[in-house]
């Protein structure tokens, strides 16, 4: 069956920008997780959703950025003022639960220029 | 807050070569630990979970990790690599008792760039 998918796989942007990145997860799953890779570092936790409702939103790194899923479904991360800083690929994972095994998308590359 | 050490950031081998990408994880009363493979241009893929049980956890494509409690450690190995098994792997944690909120949320290593040479 279909797996996670990220769009776009890759987004240019310049410094100051509003950027959104898309996540469409495994159909039934109702935990979602947003995770970000800097460059040679392992994911961290940003945000996740169990339905509609953002359960834990510790990771979230400043007010800019921001997650949506308005339906228990697709979820949207906004990063508004976009900074070079924020440049690293960002990982969707869905779950069953949350203590179901997570499966990851292939993730957005995002450029800050 | 859970932290995860990956003691090699690159691990050269050669084909069917034993190997072992090591990880240790800070101290708690109970984790659950798994380890995630990333081939190129793809998204981290599950290999193995530890949650309870046996120590000795065997996964996919033949790797296996065992828990040690007393180091803190879950070091991943395989009897013999493969080219196909180039890639990157991530250690992570997460506490099964924490609030049912936060039990997903799982905390990475950096990460072990395995190399296969033929």
């Known amino acids: 069956g279909a797996g996670v998918s990220q769009t776009p796989s890759n987004k240019v942007t310049e410094k100051g920008k509003y950027v959104e990145l898309r996540c469409d997860p495994i159909?039934?799953?109702?935990?979602l997780y947003w995770y970000r890779q800097s460059l040679g570092q392992g994911p961290e936790f940003l945000i996740y959703f169990q339905g509609t409702g953002a359960a834990d939103d510790s990771g979230l790194p400043n007010d800019r950025f921001f997650a949506v899923r308005p339906e228990g479904s697709v979820s949207t991360l906004k990063i508004q003022r976009t900074e070079r800083g924020d440049s690293a690929v960002y990982l969707c994972?869905?779950?069953?639960?949350?203590?179901?095994?997570?499966?990851f998308g292939p993730g957005t590359r995002l450029l800050v220029l | 807050a859970q932290s995860v050490t990956q003691l090699d950031s690159q691990v050269p081998v050669f084909e069917e070569a034993p190997v072992e990408l090591r990880c240790n994880y800070s101290s708690s009363v109970s984790v659950y630990l798994f380890w995630y493979v990333q081939y190129p241009n793809q998204g981290l893929q599950l290999l193995l979970k530890y949650l309870s049980g046996s120590t000795l956890v065997k996964g996919i494509n033949g790797f296996e990790a065992e828990f040690n409690k007393s180091q803190t450690s879950f070091h991943l190995r395989k009897p013999s690599v493969h080219i196909s098994d180039t890639a990157e792997y991530f250690c992570?944690?997460?506490?099964?008792?924490?609030?049912?909120?936060?039990?997903?949320?799982?905390?990475f290593g950096q990460g072990t760039i395995l190399t296969v040479h033929p």
């Open positions: 994972a869905s779950s069953l639960g949350s203590r179901e095994t997570q499966y």
């Open positions: 159909s039934g799953h109702t935990a």
């Open positions: 992570a944690v997460t506490d099964p008792n924490a609030g049912g909120t936060s039990y997903g949320k799982l905390t």
